[in-house]
């Protein structure tokens, strides 16, 4: 029998179905609750709020599991590539080996940008944040692909996923290359997508460029920890802006500029800045600790606490693996990396800490290695967005597909009542 909740309003009673998901997650469903009530719930940051069902991501914050489809992270980062995972985020289904090679082949038809977007990003001064060129790119497509994907017609679709997956890439290096001063460069077709990246980002026209197997191998298991993440706040935004029925480059863009953000995405960037901070500062991890513990004092240790995961982040316990993997592998030795170790020994053993089920974050490590990899700071938040792309655009895909309805919160007036108008002579 299905189980209902009763909500008990002032002695009147309602009744609200009770939904189960596939993983025995409960949820009272209140889609008719102002309808039955003439009330509706109020939660800020919905921390209690689900905002739609969905297939693609299942995550368990206690536990520390992440399963994209069904699979769990730990197998799909040790046995997969990207464009793998890519395929079966936004599809459904693992690949059939004739599948994935079409897959990579159609995205190849996709990955010249047209030479006018160039114009764009020669408006823009050397010194812009990449992410918020990258947003504005990202928008800029929308000029360029007018026409909006017919979401029931599979082929388009499908044609809709590989233009963005080919072309978005190729941006994302772009404001890499803007910032240096560098000529743009081209995709090559006859290489790998993680290949491409880095070849797009440091291949330069004055001499031959060979990207190192162990660094793409890194980057590669990198994007895939990144791919989705279920409803968090660009993935909400990218939904959200697609519900009003804009198109997917337009919603992604509006994406990009909700993962920039250092409570989310941006938080990679400011790990590093963190740990260079307290390098240049002495090194005192033991000083930060004690700020990040002090309510009056701002700081928060950046790379920790995580709004779901509350034991650890499975994303965090893979990266550090690789991390340590990479670095002895490439004879990395970093100061910063013994900061961050010590940072890490002390905050697990801190009550502060403990007590709030604070741990490190996907975000604490994977700024580790890219430092080690050669990718500048400020593009730290850039590879999140490329690893997070399937993920849009397999929530973007699935909204639309359930014919989602306009994402349009209610909220509680605590304004003025109303109140008369006063003519300026009189204020
Ligand atoms: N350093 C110090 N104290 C912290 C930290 C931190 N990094 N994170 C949380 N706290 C404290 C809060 O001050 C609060 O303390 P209180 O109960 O005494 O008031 C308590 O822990 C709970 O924190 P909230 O902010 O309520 O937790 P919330 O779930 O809203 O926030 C968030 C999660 C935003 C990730 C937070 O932990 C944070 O700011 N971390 C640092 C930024 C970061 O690493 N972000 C990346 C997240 S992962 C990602 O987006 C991929």
Same mark, same amino acid.
Not at 285 to 310: C, I, S
């Given at each position: 029998?299905?189980?209902?909740?009763?909500?008990?309003?002032?002695?009147?009673?309602?009744?609200?179905?009770?939904?189960?998901?596939?993983?025995?997650?409960?949820?009272?469903?209140?889609?008719?609750?102002?309808?039955?009530?003439?009330?509706?719930?109020?939660?800020?940051?919905?921390?209690?709020?689900?905002?739609?069902?969905?297939?693609?991501? *299942?995550?368990?914050?206690?536990?520390?599991?992440?399963?994209?489809?069904?699979?769990?992270?730990?197998?799909?980062?040790?046995?997969?590539?990207?464009?793998?995972?890519?395929?079966?985020?936004?599809?459904?289904?693992?690949? =059939?080996?004739?599948?994935?090679?079409?897959?990579?082949?159609?995205?190849?038809?996709?990955?010249?940008?047209?030479?006018?977007? %160039?114009?764009?990003?020669?408006?823009?001064?050397? =010194?812009?944040?990449?992410?918020?060129?990258?947003?504005?790119?990202?928008?800029?497509?929308?000029?360029?692909?007018?026409?909006?994907?017919?979401?029931?017609?599979?082929?388009?679709?499908?044609?809709?996923?590989?233009?963005?997956?080919? %072309?978005?890439?190729?941006?994302?290096? @772009?404001?890499?290359?803007?910032?240096?001063?560098?000529?743009?460069?081209?995709?090559?077709?006859?290489?790998?997508?993680?290949?491409?990246?880095?070849?797009?980002?440091?291949?330069?026209?004055?001499?031959?460029?060979?990207?190192?197997?162990?660094?793409?191998?890194?980057?590669?298991?990198?994007?895939?920890?990144?791919?989705?993440?279920?409803?968090?706040?660009?993935?909400? =935004?990218?939904?959200?802006?697609?519900?009003?029925?804009?198109?997917?480059?337009?919603?992604?863009?509006?994406?990009?500029?909700?993962? @920039?953000?250092?409570?989310?995405?941006?938080?990679?960037?400011?790990?590093?800045?963190?740990?260079?901070?307290?390098?240049?500062?002495?090194?005192?991890?033991?000083?930060?600790?004690?700020?990040?513990?002090?309510?009056?004092?701002?700081?928060?240790?950046?790379?920790?606490?995580?709004?779901?995961?509350?034991?650890?982040?499975?994303?965090?316990?893979?990266?550090?693996?690789?991390?340590?993997?990479?670095?002895? =592998?490439?004879?990395?030795?970093?100061?910063?990396?013994?900061?961050?170790?010590?940072?890490?020994?002390?905050?697990?053993?801190?009550?502060?800490?403990?007590?709030?089920?604070?741990?490190?974050?996907?975000?604490?490590?994977?700024?580790?290695?890219?430092?080690?990899?050669?990718?500048?700071?400020?593009?730290?938040?850039?590879? *999140?967005?490329?690893?997070?792309?399937?993920?849009?655009?397999?929530? @973007? %895909?699935?909204?639309?597909?359930?014919?989602?309805?306009?994402?349009?919160?209610?909220?509680?007036?605590?304004?003025?009542?109303?109140?008369?108008?006063?003519?300026?002579?009189?204020?």
């Amino acid at each position: 029998m299905s189980k209902i909740a009763t909500l008990d309003i002032d002695g009147h009673k309602f009744e609200l179905p009770f939904i189960v998901g596939s993983e025995n997650e409960g949820a009272v469903d209140i889609s008719k609750l102002r309808d039955i009530s003439g009330v509706i719930t109020i939660d800020p940051g919905y921390k209690n709020s689900g905002s739609c069902k969905s297939e693609v991501t *299942f995550l368990d914050g206690e536990l520390g599991i992440l399963r994209y489809r069904g699979y769990s992270i730990e197998d799909l980062a040790d046995r997969a590539h990207f464009l793998e995972v890519s395929y079966l985020v936004i599809f459904g289904e693992l690949p =059939t080996a004739e599948q994935l090679n079409q897959f990579e082949n159609d995205i190849r038809k996709h990955t010249l940008v047209n030479e006018e977007m %160039k114009n764009i990003i020669d408006g823009f001064p050397k =010194t812009a944040h990449p992410m918020g060129v990258l947003s504005a790119l990202t928008s800029a497509l929308t000029a360029f692909n007018p026409k909006s994907v017919n979401v029931e017609n599979e082929k388009e679709m499908y044609e809709a996923v590989c233009k963005t997956m080919g %072309k978005f890439l190729v941006i994302a290096t @772009w404001t890499y290359r803007k910032s240096m001063g560098y000529p743009l460069n081209y995709y090559d077709n006859t290489k790998g997508y993680v290949e491409n990246f880095m070849r797009l980002m440091f291949e330069l026209p004055t001499g031959p460029y060979q990207a190192d197997p162990i660094v793409i191998n890194a980057l590669d298991k990198l994007f895939i920890l990144h791919a989705d993440h279920e409803q968090n706040c660009s993935t909400s =935004t990218v939904r959200m802006v697609g519900s009003s029925h804009a198109g997917l480059f337009a919603s992604i863009s509006a994406g990009v500029s909700a993962l @920039w953000g250092p409570l989310h995405g941006g938080a990679n960037q400011a790990v590093l800045e963190m740990l260079e901070e307290i390098h240049k500062d002495g090194g005192d991890t033991e000083k930060y600790l004690m700020k990040a513990k002090d309510k009056n004092d701002p700081f928060r240790l950046m790379g920790f606490g995580h709004r779901v995961y509350k034991n650890f982040d499975p994303r965090a316990r893979i990266i550090k693996k690789a991390a340590d993997e990479v670095l002895t =592998t490439l004879g990395v030795e970093d100061p910063i990396l013994e900061i961050a170790k010590k940072l890490e020994v002390a905050a697990l053993d801190d009550e502060y800490f403990k007590t709030r089920s604070l741990y490190p974050n996907v975000d604490f490590y994977s700024g580790i290695i890219y430092r080690a990899l050669g990718i500048p700071t400020d593009m730290f938040t850039v590879m *999140f967005a490329i690893g997070r792309l399937p993920g849009w655009i397999a929530q @973007w %895909k699935e909204m639309r597909e359930n014919k989602e309805p306009i994402g349009r919160p209610r909220q509680v007036y605590v304004g003025y009542p109303l109140r008369e108008f006063v003519e300026t002579d009189k204020r």
